[in-house]
Structure formats: C-alpha cells, structure tokens
C-alpha cells in the first residue's frame, strides 16, 4: 500500500499514485522492515528535481520494477526540502563513499538506519558505466540473503566514519584583515575572468561570495573585491540563467558561460541574488543592477507568492511541450517553457521584430539549447537599441508565453527560505521606493509568526496551504527567519520584529549550540538537542546553495547583539566565526557568507540609531531622508533603528533626543559614538554608499 496520498510534500504527493508501496520516513517503516527482516530503499529527492522526474517515470511507474521492491524492500521517500537533516546525514554517506552526490539520492539501509550501499540516478538499463536499477535491487537483494554479515559489517563501519567526522569546535577566534586577505586572494585564484563567477561548469550563483566581497569592498575599498562582483552580476543578468522576461534566475548553468541554464527557479536563489543585486546598486548606483533587483523581487512576488501571503519553494524545469503549431504535445520537456525558435519569434511579433529580437535575445537558427532552440539571452549587452521597442518586444513575448503550459510549482513555505525572501523584500523596497514589496515581506514575516511559531517560538520547517507541517525547524530555520525579521524591523521601525528575532536566537543559544563534553567553543549543530535522532547529528558550517545554519546563525546573533548589546550573543557569534577562521583562507567559494559576517565583526558593525518627530509614509520628511541614508549604508552588517524620541522599540534610540528639534542620526561602533547628526552628506559620508 502506497503511503503517501495523506502527505503534505508536493514531492511526496507526486510519488502516491506510484505502484511503489512508499512509506513516509518514520518509526513505523523502520519496524516493518524489521518485521519483514529486509532492507530500507530510501529515495530522497525534491519536487523540482529533473532527474528525480526522469527515475520515476522509469522506474517508480514501472510495475514490474515496482513488484520487485516492494517484494524486497520497505521503500522510503523523502523531500530533502521537507527534512534537510535527513538528507544531509545519507548524503554525506553517499559522498563519502562515491566521491559525488546530488539528486535522486538512493541509500539502503538495514532497519536501525545504518547505510551500506549508495548512488544517486541509476538508469532503467545500463548505461555509460552505471548500473541498471533493477541491476542494483538484485545485487542489494543478494548481498541481505547471502551475505548479512559483511552487509552489516559495512554499515556498522560507515557510522563509525560519519561519527567520526563530527567537528570538534568551531574554531579558535574571529578571522582578522589576514585571513580575510587569504580568503580574497583564494577567490581570485579562482575567478572567471572571461565570463565571471568562479570555477567552470555547471557553474552556481556565487551568491554568498559575491555578499562577501561587496562587504569587503564596503570595509576596505578594495577594487578588484567590487570589480569581481560587479563583473560577475553583469554576466549573469546577461546570460540564459537569467530569464530575460519575466526575471528571475535558474538555479544554475550547464554551461561556464552562464548560457544554458537547469531551468528550476528556486525561492532561495532568487531572495539572495535579489538582494545581492540590490547592495550592488546600494554600492555603485548601476542601473543593471537596480532592473535587476527590481525584477527579481517581483517574479518572487507574482509567480510564487501563496494565497496565505509567504513564498513557494521553487518552480519545476520541466514544462509540457508545444508542437510548432501550438498543438499540446503530452510531453513534459525541460525548458519547454523558456526557450524560443526563430520562427517562433517571427510568429509572435511578425518578420521584422522576430528579426531584431532574435538578434537581441541571441536566438540562432542552431539553436543554444536542444532542437533548434535557444534561452534568451543579452549578447549585446543593454543600452545599445532602442529601450521602447525593446519594452514591447519583450511585452509581447512575455504575453505569447504566458499562454504556454506552465512549469509545476511547489507551493510548500519553508520557513528558512522565506526568511531570506523577507529580507531581501524588504531591503529592495526601502531602497527603491517601493512600499508594496516591504507590505509582501511584512505579510510573510506574519504568516510565519501566526503559522510556523508556536507559543514557545519553536519552528515548523514547512506549511503548505496554511496547515502547518509535523517536521520541526532545523538552526538554518530559525537563522534565516531571525535575519529577515531583523531586517525587517531596520526597514519599518516596528521593533516587534527586532523582539521576535530574539525569541529565535534564544532558542539557538538553547538547542543548537553545543553543550559541555559535545563540542568546543562556537560549535553548533543543524537539529536541536530534542530532535529525532538519527545515525549522526548533522553538522555543517559549510555555505552551499544557500547559507549554512552555522554561518547564518552567526550572522543573526551578531545583528541582535548590535541592536541591543547582547554580550551572550556576541559572544556566540564570534564562537562560531572561528571555523570561518580555519575555513575562509582555504576554501573561500564555500564559506561566503561566513567570511561576510566577520567583515561585519570587523567593521563593528556600526549601530545607528535615527530618531525624528515621526516615522512612516506620511511622517517627518528628515527624519525618512536619514532613515534612508542609513538603510543605504555600504558599512557591512550595519544595523539601523529608527523611531520617535523616547521610544522603547528599539534599544538603540534609549536616551537618542532630536537635535535642536530636528531629525538626527546617532552612529556607534566598537563602544564609540560619533557627534549626532542632522545633515544627510555627513551621515553618508560616516557610512560609506553611492551619491544618490
């Protein structure tokens, strides 16, 4: 019997109809496999997965392949999305044991939970080296009847190897100007002069990096640190990751160019590049990045907010596929949805348009995707044609498309991933003057207070449908929700925002931070100490598609101590820069965000605090213009507060009165306090930031 028809993973809900007799992950699976006396195949994968789309159709739908395991096996799915703690403790195995991960992730396990046999994808026959599954099942099924003892002595040693990985602490103090230097140097070595980014391919948004060096840039004024990131945001915005349309990027390119996308758009990297082209524009005043940032923010808003006001996960690659008459082909293709033909073009917008849009969008008869097609893309760069016609080409393209079958979506809120939206929302409506985008991520912050909360602030990972889900939130939950209320109460001057963050942190500092006899100094775990336990406690200080929990729990801390001078959660924060201190100079591309908090603890942060008569759209017209100024600050990680004299919301406005009753701003670092000012050039000039 198929187990998941009751599940509230879109993932999960995918695989009910399936003839496999998936079970969800729990106790009760784990007991019947010991009941049965077989083994565990666990399948974990996400919604939006290609691959995972690909082995399902295979062979999950396959009924002779799915007789077989459920004969075998009891059979497990996960959503990786819905338990990261799972994925993370099988797929360090998987790697460990490979040299390589990703997904579909297939693991066997005995009963207690114990891994002995990994992969990822295995085709429906052999091919290029690998395996058939139904290969697999055989082999695993052989090696249980035939060969127990050696199966056991197997998982038995990959435990004692995960065990023996766990970090002993986090470090030995806050990374100075030097390692931070070896950290810029490390990245330069491996930066893409040509085409940006770093590395080759598949080539990732270096999102975190990018955060770093625009912080680095803000502290020190180092050019080539600004260069890089400025190159590297132009190329993307450019390329065929970019959806040149609707905005919105994919999560990666195949391709080192940045030209041929995995055409999945996930909330997460969309709420940090939003924001990292928004701090772009904060330093440089480039209108790319502003028409970025813009567009970014209101794809998040228009194609994945939910009824009950937060984000979706992601949007799927795979989209059904149009014949050239426009007839529905059955077929789900990915990137169906995106990429264009010339002909396609001309039947849009008529010879002479579909001419010059093919050439704007970079859209050959060879096509630069599969089948003659291409991903829009701007090889010309902008600037260079004529801005209306380009506005209506790009109208009527986006039009014409709107009338094609549309990629899935994963309408699940992850209470991590809005937490980073809600920053990045809120961050790009203050700057830009848009109010509407502060009112979304003021809606999603609400939603995760009435939802995911519970009276003892304790997260709910998921909700979907305005249902809370059963898996409790793991460190990367509550940090990146405690970093979206944080910027969310710098940008409204409501301080509750400021007060619920506290309530997170505090429970950071209660269940994820290491206690005696488990860990050094600054060592935090990604489940809390009363989680479910599995065969190892994940733990990761490593930055990957997004911040990791531990460097996104030391940047939340290191903001809260700003605002009220928290020396408990100073001290935590720089506990947990310390692997940033062992880490930044050696691996730099994964540990971003890390090196971007210490740039943060270098610099202060600073702490400004903008008092005037009144606050909000209609207030004291001074005290918004310094209000902006401070939210505008290239000073890395500084916190702002503003509010009415005398106010409790914040405190940093404690003892903060107008000057000679005028708007004034008071900035403070390291224990120091400048003279209070009422003049916009002096507190931009105190901060650093583009003439605007």
């Given at each position: 019997m198929n187990r998941l028809a009751g599940e509230q993973s879109p993932y999960l809900l995918q695989h009910a109809s399936n003839p496999v007799d998936w079970w969800p992950w729990g106790e009760e699976a784990m007991r019947e496999a010991k009941r049965r006396d077989v083994p565990v195949l666990l399948s974990v994968g996400y919604s939006s997965c290609h691959w995972c789309h690909v082995m399902a159709h295979e062979s999950f739908e396959d009924a002779t392949t799915a007789a077989y395991m459920n004969r075998h096996f009891v059979n497990i799915k996960v959503d990786r999305e819905e338990r990261p703690d799972v994925d993370a403790v099988y797929m360090e195995a998987v790697q460990a044991a490979t040299g390589h991960g990703g997904w579909p992730m297939t693991v066997f396990l005995n009963a207690d939970g114990e891994p002995f046999y990994f992969g990822t994808y295995f085709p429906p026959a052999p091919r290029q080296g690998m395996p058939s599954f139904a290969?697999?099942?055989?082999?695993?099924?052989?090696?249980?009847?035939?060969?127990?003892d050696e199966v056991s002595e197997v998982a038995a040693r990959i435990v004692g190897?995960?065990?023996?990985?766990?970090?002993?602490?986090?470090?030995?103090?806050?990374?100075?100007?030097?390692?931070?230097?070896?950290?810029?140097?490390g990245l330069t070595r491996e930066y893409d002069e040509r085409s940006g980014g770093f590395g080759g391919a598949p080539k990732f948004p270096p999102s975190m990096v990018l955060e770093f060096l625009l912080r680095h840039h803000g502290r020190t004024g180092a050019e080539g640190a600004l260069q890089m990131a400025a190159d590297t945001c132009e190329a993307m915005a450019r390329g065929g990751i970019y959806d040149q349309l609707g905005g919105g990027f994919a999560r990666y390119s195949v391709d080192r160019e940045w030209v041929v996308p995995h055409f999945e758009k996930m909330l997460y990297d969309n709420a940090l590049l939003c924001r990292v082209y928004a701090h772009l524009w904060r330093a440089t005043g480039s209108d790319l990045a502003r028409r970025v940032a813009l567009e970014t923010a209101d794809f998040i808003v228009r194609e994945l907010r939910t009824g009950e006001g937060g984000f979706a996960s992601a949007l799927d690659a795979?989209?059904?596929?149009?014949?050239?008459?426009?007839?529905?082909?059955?077929?789900?293709?990915?990137?169906?949805?995106?990429?264009?033909?010339p002909a396609q073009l001309r039947s849009?917008?008529?010879?002479?348009?579909?001419?010059?849009?093919?050439?704007y969008f970079g859209v050959t008869e060879e096509g630069t995707f599969e089948e003659g097609a291409s991903v829009l893309q701007l090889p010309l760069g902008e600037g260079v044609e004529d801005a209306e016609r380009v506005e209506g080409v790009r109208r009527r393209l986006r039009e014409a498309r709107d009338e094609r079958p549309r990629p899935g979506r994963d309408d699940k809120v992850v209470a991590a991933w809005n937490g980073l939206a809600i920053a990045a929302l809120a961050e790009t409506g203050a700057y830009f003057d848009r109010p509407d985008l502060v009112e979304r991520a003021t809606e999603a912050a609400d939603l995760l207070v009435r939802l995911h909360m519970d009276d003892a602030a304790r997260l709910a990972r998921t909700s979907r449908d305005g249902v809370a889900g059963a898996n409790a939130g793991v460190l990367e939950d509550y940090a990146d929700v405690a970093e979206g209320f944080l910027a969310l109460a710098g940008v409204t001057g409501e301080g509750a925002w400021l007060e619920f963050a506290g309530f997170l942190l505090d429970i950071v500092l209660d269940q994820f931070v290491a206690r005696d006899g488990e860990g050094g100094r600054g060592t935090l775990y990604d489940t809390a100490h009363d989680a479910e336990r599995l065969i190892r406690r994940p733990q990761d200080p490593t930055d990957n598609a997004t911040p990791s929990g531990w460097t996104a729990a030391a940047g939340a801390l290191l903001s809260y101590a700003a605002?009220?001078?928290?020396?408990?959660?100073?001290?935590?924060?720089?506990?947990?820069?310390?692997?940033?201190k062992a880490l930044g100079p050696r691996v730099p591309r994964f540990i971003g965000w890390g090196l971007a908090v210490a740039e943060a603890v270098l610099d202060g942060p600073r702490e400004i605090a903008v008092v005037g008569p009144s606050l909000g759209p209609v207030g004291d017209v001074r005290t918004a213009e310094l209000h902006r100024t401070a939210l505008l600050a290239t000073a890395p990680g500084a916190v702002v507060a503003a509010g009415t004299p005398g106010s409790d919301e914040f405190p940093?406005?404690?003892?903060?009165?107008?000057?000679?009753?005028?708007?004034?701003?008071?900035?403070?670092?390291?224990?120091?306090?400048?003279?209070?000012?009422?003049?916009?050039?002096?507190?931009?000039?105190?901060?650093?930031?583009?003439?605007r």
């Open positions: 290969q697999v099942l055989e082999g695993v099924t052989s090696a249980w009847t035939e060969r127990r190897e995960l065990a023996g990985r766990s970090l002993a602490q986090g470090g030995d103090g806050v990374p100075g100007d030097e390692e931070l230097a070896q950290a810029l140097l795979d989209s059904e596929e149009r014949g050239e008459g426009d007839e529905a082909s059955g077929r789900h293709v990915e990137g169906a949805f995106y990429v264009w033909t849009v917008l008529g010879d002479a348009d579909g001419e010059f849009a093919a050439r605002h009220t001078g928290s020396a408990r959660h100073r001290a935590a924060a720089e506990g947990a820069l310390g692997v940033v940093l406005l404690a003892d903060r009165p107008l000057v000679a009753g005028q708007a004034a701003a008071y900035v403070c670092r390291h224990f120091v306090c400048a003279a209070p000012t009422t003049e916009v050039a002096t507190l931009r000039s105190e901060l650093g930031g583009f003439n």
